[in-house]
C-alpha cells in the first residue's frame, strides 16, 4: 500500500513544483536591460568622492584644513594649498585622491568642515592602467580666478564696512568719553 | 491513405533526396528555436529576459552563435580512439534523421509509410545510445566514460517502460479488427503503423491519452530520460562531470551533439503526439499545423519541466524505473489486454 501512496505524493509534488515555476513564468522579469536603461541608484550609494559646487560660491569650497588627509585610513588624500593674496579665506589647489586605494569609507565626508566632499554616483568607472588618481579640483579650475576676484571685492567691502564700523563705534566712544567734561 | 513521397515523385532516389532535405531543415529549423525557446523558457521561470540583443526579442540569437561554433577549431586531444571519435557525432546524429523521416505528419502527404513504423523508431532511438557510448569511450577522458556509461545503464532501463507503455495502442489499434473503414476505404489495418494509429485516432474522435493515461505519463517520462534531459539529465550532469559524453568535443562536432539532442526532443514529442493526442487531427487548421502545435506543446512542457525539478541520483533515476514505470506499464498493459478482450 505504502507503494502506491509514495507514487502519488510524488505526483502531488511533482505538480506543485510545476505550479510554483508556472506562477513565476506569468510574473514580470525584473531584468534591467543595462546598457539601454540605467539603474536607479539609491540616495545612499556609496562611490567615488567628488567637491561639492556650492551655489551661493558657484565653486567649491575647500579650505585646504587636511581634516580628511589625517582620517583617511587608506591615506589616499594628498591636499596643497593654503592663502591666497587678498582674501581671507584659504584655498586649496592640489586635491588628488588615488581611487585604486579608496574604500569608499566616507571618512573624509563626514570630518570635512565645510561639508564640500559628497559621494558621486559613478559605477561603472573602467580603466587600463593601474593608475587611478584624479584631482578632484580640476573641474573647478575655470572658476577659481573669477572667484577670487569676487571674493576679493566682498572681502575688500567688508574689510571697509568693518573699518567704517569701527571708527563709528570709536566716534561714539570718544563722544562718550567727552561727555564728562561737557556736564560740569 | 497518406501519399508517400516516393508516389509523388516517382523516382526512389528523387524521393530520398527531397526526403533528407525536408528532415533537414525541418531538424536544423527545430534547433534553431528550440535552443532560443528553451533559454526563454528558463528566463521567464527565473524571472529574467533571456536573450534579447541579437534581432527580435534575441531570435538570431542561435544564428549567431552557430557560425561562432561553426569557425571553431576542430580540436583532438592526444591519446582518442581516432576512429571511434570521429564517427560518434555522426553515430548520434543519423539516427535522427532517419527517425525523423518515419512521422506522419499530415493527413496527406507522409515521407514513408512503413508498418512497422513504430518498432524503426524504438531502433534508431537504441542507435544513439552506441554513438553516445562511442563518444564517451573514443574521448579517452574519465567523465566522458563516466557520463556515457550512465547513459548506457539510463536509455537501456528507460526503453523498457517507453516500449511498454506504447504497446497498450498497439493492442487497441489491432482490436479494431483486420480491416478498417477510414473515409470509405478498407485498409488492413496495423498496430505499429504510425499513420494508422493517427488515422483511427482521427476517425473514433478519442484520443488515446483519454483511454491511456497512465501510458501517455509514462512514455513522457521516458521520452525525457531517453533524451537526457533533466531531471534525467545524469549522463552530462555539468555539476560532476562537466559536460558529459562529449566533454572532448569541440566546434561543430559538438553542435551535431547539441543538435540530435534537440533533433531527439521533437521526435520524443511528435511520437507522443501521435501515438496520445491524434497527430494531425484538429479543427480549422491544416493538419501539419495541429501536428507541430502539438509537438512543440509537448517541447515546452518538456522545458517547463527541466527547469522546474532538480536532478535525479543516480539510484533514484533506477529506482524509480524499475520500482515505479516498469510495473506500472506492465499492468497497465496487462489491464488493456484483458479489457479489450472482455468488452
Not at chain 2, 550512465?150 to 487497441?172: D, G, H, K, M, T
Request: charged letters at 20%; proline letters at 5%.
Amino acid at each position: 500500500m505504502s507503494y502506491f501512496t509514495t507514487i502519488a505524493g510524488g505526483l502531488k509534488s511533482l505538480v506543485t513544483g510545476l505550479g510554483i515555476t508556472a506562477r513565476q513564468m506569468r510574473r514580470k522579469p525584473v531584468t534591467l536591460t543595462y546598457p539601454h536603461v540605467k539603474p536607479e541608484l539609491s540616495e545612499a550609494y556609496r562611490s567615488l568622492i567628488s567637491l561639492v559646487q556650492f551655489e551661493e560660491l558657484e565653486t567649491h569650497d575647500c579650505i585646504a584644513c587636511m581634516q580628511c588627509v589625517k582620517i583617511c585610513p587608506s591615506f589616499c588624500i594628498e591636499i596643497d594649498g593654503g592663502r591666497v593674496e587678498g582674501i581671507k579665506r584659504m584655498r586649496a589647489s592640489k586635491f588628488e585622491v588615488d581611487f585604486a586605494l579608496c574604500s569608499m569609507c566616507g571618512l573624509c565626508i563626514d570630518v570635512c568642515p565645510t561639508d564640500t566632499l559628497e559621494y558621486t554616483k559613478l559605477y561603472d568607472e573602467a580603466g587600463y592602467e593601474r593608475e587611478w588618481v584624479y584631482d578632484l579640483l580640476d573641474p573647478f579650475r575655470d572658476f577659481e580666478d573669477e572667484f577670487v576676484e569676487r571674493q576679493r571685492v566682498s572681502d575688500a567691502r567688508e574689510a571697509a564696512e568693518k573699518a567704517a564700523k569701527r571708527a563709528a563705534a570709536a566716534e561714539a566712544k570718544a563722544a562718550t568719553e567727552k561727555e564728562p567734561e561737557v556736564d560740569p | 491513405m497518406p501519399r508517400t513521397f516516393l508516389d509523388i515523385f516517382g523516382n526512389p532516389l528523387l524521393a530520398l533526396g527531397a526526403g533528407i532535405g525536408g528532415v533537414m531543415t525541418v531538424l536544423s529549423l527545430n534547433t534553431l528555436f528550440c535552443i532560443w525557446f528553451e533559454r526563454k523558457v528558463s528566463a521567464w521561470i527565473q524571472r529574467r529576459m533571456g536573450p534579447m540583443e541579437v534581432g527580435f526579442h534575441g531570435t538570431l540569437q542561435t544564428v549567431a552563435d552557430m557560425i561562432k561554433l561553426l569557425g571553431k577549431q576542430l580540436i583532438t586531444p592526444r591519446g582518442v580512439d581516432k576512429p571511434l571519435y570521429h564517427l560518434a557525432p555522426l553515430m548520434v546524429f543519423a539516427p535522427v534523421v532517419a527517425a525523423a523521416s518515419l512521422l506522419p505528419f499530415s493527413k496527406t502527404v507522409v515521407l514513408t509509410n512503413i508498418n512497422i513504423g513504430l518498432v524503426l523508431i524504438f531502433m534508431f532511438g537504441g542507435f544513439a545510445v552506441i554513438g553516445i557510448f562511442m563518444a564517451g569511450w573514443g574521448s579517452n577522458n574519465k567523465y566522458a566514460l563516466l557520463g556515457a556509461m550512465r547513459s548506457i545503464a539510463q536509455n537501456i532501463s528507460y526503453e523498457i517502460p517507453l516500449i511498454l507503455s506504447a504497446l497498450p495502442i498497439v493492442l487497441l489499434i489491432s482490436a479494431k479488427g483486420p480491416m478498417y473503414e477510414i473515409e470509405g476505404e478498407m485498409i488492413a489495418i496495423n498496430g505499429m503503423n504510425l499513420a494508422h494509429i493517427t488515422a483511427v485516432q482521427a476517425d473514433t474522435g478519442v484520443w488515446f491519452v483519454l483511454l491511456q493515461p497512465v501510458a501517455m505519463l509514462i512514455f513522457f517520462i521516458a521520452i525525457l530520460a531517453e533524451t537526457n534531459r533533466a531531471p534525467f539529465d545524469i549522463p552530462e550532469a555539468e555539476s560532476e562531470l562537466v559536460a558529459g559524453f562529449h566533454t572532448e568535443y569541440s566546434g561543430m562536432r559538438f553542435g551535431l551533439f547539441f543538435f540530435a539532442e534537440y533533433s531527439n526532443m521533437l521526435i520524443g514529442s511528435m511520437l507522443a503526439t501521435v501515438l496520445f493526442f491524434g497527430g494531425w487531427d484538429g479543427p480549422i487548421l491544416p493538419g501539419p499545423v495541429w501536428f507541430f502545435l502539438k509537438a512543440y506543446l509537448l517541447i515546452f512542457a518538456m522545458m517547463w519541466i527541466r527547469w522546474t525539478f532538480p536532478r535525479l541520483r543516480f539510484d533514484q533515476l533506477m529506482t524509480f524505473c524499475w520500482g515505479a514505470l516498469i510495473p506500472l506499464s506492465i499492468v497497465n498493459l496487462l489491464v488493456t489486454a484483458f479489457l479489450i478482450k472482455v468488452l
